[in-house]
């Protein structure tokens, strides 16, 4: 039942995944073992880990969101991709370039729960989370070429539920969607006709495509093996070996703060210090927050004493780094990539070193995966272009270019600045390669520069000379 328990404010249905399965006659490709998982990930992700109920106190140290995130920012520093040849690669070119802005949240998303979806939609582009699909048929490599997708629409107290379904029938791929509605968010209810909503009115129940070679999908899954369900196609989460970690760091955390909050200063004091009035209640407390308890074993003189007890920051902190460690290795990450600051939290290094080759290697299988995916999608889009007469036919090439982590950027740019020093380089092209101006800007602000230099000096005049 908890298929479908991930749609948060679209997608309101939670049904039986076996009634989706009767709709088209199908059989799933991914288990119910695989499909737990997926949801597992997704709220360990969104910080509603299934050990933070236990404890009112317990929050989530954000962990898993932290190294979702650093995966997908290392994967994408830099990222450009250019389609060019043909009139057909300036619209493609066009349509892709959207993604610019959202590709990094979205790897995020998949990098979390193990992969996603690619989809053109006709006007733009589909971003489908793992979970909030259903992979039906496969190829002879594994390879999802079919699979359902869910759309959801209330309208009153009607609740609308649209099924498309992608797969190839033999050499012919086929589109099929298929309407229901229901009086209950919980079932799926009655077939009904896709002109019932609006948006649905012009889409067609069936749609037979000949001569395409891929699916009109791209699935970007992430490259590391699946442990969970070897048998599946799907990916598996980057996080999916550390989360007994994760639950290491999340208490640690939690110690840390009832460490912090049971150390407040403690006052004792003595009954005999206390004012009280003629029924024997204190009056006017001359201190806050007292415990009264100095009256045995201790000398009448004695009636007030302080406890300032001592926060193990030394220890927290030590703990919280080994976790960190281990959960960092666990993720593909080198170790001590993930710090802990007392200060400001849980910190990731400020960039890739060299001798990080572990975490260089996990982000760059991540970015060969991108790169298959986007690949996939510009194919989509392009077939989407040819059906539906968008743009005139033609030829196109690719090329994605994202930065090569194996590199120091540190050292080879304190390297190249020697070479200018050395008359070896120009400077125009220092510029160029680490300051981000074109040529012809470098090459204006070097003559300026040179020009503003002459100015000060006309007699060339050199340090020393009299």
């Not at 009115?201 to 001569?211: F, T, Y």
């Not at 640690?252 to 403690?266: F, N």
């Not at 272009?385 to 080879?412: F, I, K």
Request: include cysteine.
């Amino acid at each position: 039942m908890g298929f479908f328990n991930w749609i948060k404010g679209v997608f309101r249905n939670v049904f039986s995944p076996q009634e989706v399965y009767a709709i088209f006659n199908v059989q799933p490709a991914a288990s119910s073992v695989m499909m737990g998982a997926i949801e597992s990930w997704k709220n360990i992700y969104e910080g509603r880990a299934c050990w933070l109920d236990d404890d009112p106190e317990m929050r989530s140290a954000q962990f898993a969101a932290i190294v979702s995130s650093e995966a997908a920012r290392l994967a994408t520093i830099e990222l450009t991709f250019e389609i060019t040849g043909s009139a057909r690669a300036d619209y493609l070119q066009k349509r892709m370039s959207k993604l610019q802005d959202k590709i990094r949240t979205q790897l995020e998303y998949a990098c979390a729960m193990g992969g996603m979806i690619l989809k053109p939609n006709g006007g733009g582009v589909d971003y489908i989370k793992q979970g909030e699909f259903i992979p039906v048929d496969l190829d002879s490599n594994g390879d999802i070429t079919g699979a359902i997708f869910p759309s959801a629409k209330q309208l009153g107290d009607q609740y609308y539920t649209r099924f498309e379904y992608q797969r190839f029938e033999g050499s012919t791929y086929k589109i099929s969607n298929k309407a229901f509605v229901s009086d209950s968010p919980n079932t799926i209810g009655r077939p009904v006709s896709l002109a019932a909503v609006r948006e649905w009115e012009n889409i067609q129940p069936e749609v037979s495509i000949d001569n395409l070679e891929r699916s009109l999908f791209s699935y970007l899954k992430m490259p590391w093996a699946n442990q969970v369900d070897s048998s599946s196609p799907l990916g598996c989460s980057i996080f999916s070996k550390a989360i007994d970690t994760i639950q290491d760091i999340d208490f640690t955390a939690r110690g840390l703060r009832k460490e912090i909050k049971t150390a407040d200063r403690k006052v004792f004091v003595s009954d005999k210090i206390l004012r009280r009035d003629n029924k024997g209640n204190v009056v006017n407390n001359p201190v806050p927050n007292l415990i009264q308890g100095l009256e045995y074993g201790v000398d009448e003189k004695n009636t007030y004493h302080e406890f300032n007890p001592q926060i193990r920051i030394v220890e927290y902190r030590q703990s919280m780094q080994t976790f960190l460690n281990i959960a960092g290795n666990q993720c593909g990450f080198s170790n001590g990539y993930f710090s802990f600051d007392e200060k400001t939290g849980m910190v990731t290094a400020t960039q890739v070193e060299a001798d990080q080759q572990r975490t260089v290697s996990t982000a760059t299988d991540i970015q060969k995966a991108l790169k298959a995916a986007l690949s996939g999608l510009t194919y989509a889009l392009d077939a989407y272009a040819t059906l539906y007469g968008l743009a005139p036919p033609g030829t196109y090439q690719e090329t994605y270019s994202m930065r090569d982590l194996s590199v120091n950027v540190s050292e080879d740019r304190a390297r190249a600045w020697q070479m200018v020093i050395a008359n070896v380089i120009p400077k125009w092209k220092y510029l160029v390669d680490y300051e981000g101006y074109t040529e012809e800007e470098a090459k204006v602000l070097v003559a300026e520069a040179q020009q503003s230099a002459d100015l000060s000096n006309p007699f060339g005049f050199r340090g020393g000379d009299a």
